[in-house]
């Protein structure tokens, strides 16, 4: 069993900064995707960034060149730095940990980030 724990958001203007941070503790198997997904009120979940643990990532188009996702393997945490924010980025953010060999997620019960105009 896995649980992740994220943290870092809260309310910023439009061109602000935020710096989400998601924990992972449990059984962490070795071959995993950890990722940030998103949603905004009214729309489905969707794919912000995910990095491999060999630090190959992927970005949804509408924040690439804004935000970046890192990881440290050593203590097992994910983070998901954001600039020049946006009032369209304001959404519960999730973080998500795939386990790779068996196919299975893992979800955090998310953090609010809301960018005011």
């Known amino acids: 069993q896995v649980q992740l724990v994220e943290s870092g958001g809260g309310l910023v203007q439009a061109g602000g900064s935020l710096r989400l941070s998601c924990a992972a503790s449990g059984n962490i198997a070795t071959i995993t995707t950890m990722g940030w997904y998103r949603q905004a009120p009214g729309k489905p979940r969707e794919m912000v960034a995910t990095?491999?643990?060999?630090?190959?990532?992927n970005y949804a188009g509408s924040v690439k060149g804004r935000f970046t996702i890192s990881r440290d393997n050593a203590k097992n945490t994910v983070y998901l730095q954001m600039i020049s924010l946006k009032p369209e980025d304001t959404a519960v953010y999730y973080c998500n940990l795939y386990e790779v060999v068996r196919g299975v997620n893992y979800w955090g019960k998310g953090t609010l980030v809301t960018v005011s105009s």
């Open positions: 990095s491999t643990t060999g630090f190959n990532t």
